[in-house]
């Protein structure tokens, strides 16, 4: 078994972790402008379907001064910390009032949980609107 493994897994989970190392000040300098908006966010989760697998994440966005931000364009990704086979795209759809909806039916279920939810802005307005 030990002879197996050694031989079958490369140590490497995600195909371009060497581009992602060597990209990491990019990572920085994006966390610096995310924490320069002074958003605030705030994710909820509820099973809505158990028998398809299908999940309901709720996104908040408050800007700076507490309004709402509206506008925006959100995707990002539900990880599965031991297998990223699994990992599982979201799209967030607006309600409206700065809240986003995404439903997520998951691959899986397995032993072991789902790590958090990453997601990002990827389309804005030139100045996001805040109530």
Known sequence: MTTLAIETFDGLDQQDAYRKGRDYNQVLAEQRAEAALGWSTQITSRIADPARRTVELTLSVAG???????????EGT????TNAALDTP????PLGAGRYLAQVTLP???AG???SAR???VRMPASPRTC
């Open 108 to 110: 899986a279920w397995g």
């Open 78 to 81: 539900l990880k599965r910390p």
């Open 119 to 121: 997601a990002k802005a």
């Open 90 to 93: 979201i799209a967030f759809t």
């Open 64 to 74: 700076a001064r507490g309004g709402a931000v509206l506008g925006l364009v959100i």
């Open 113 to 115: 949980a789902w790590r």
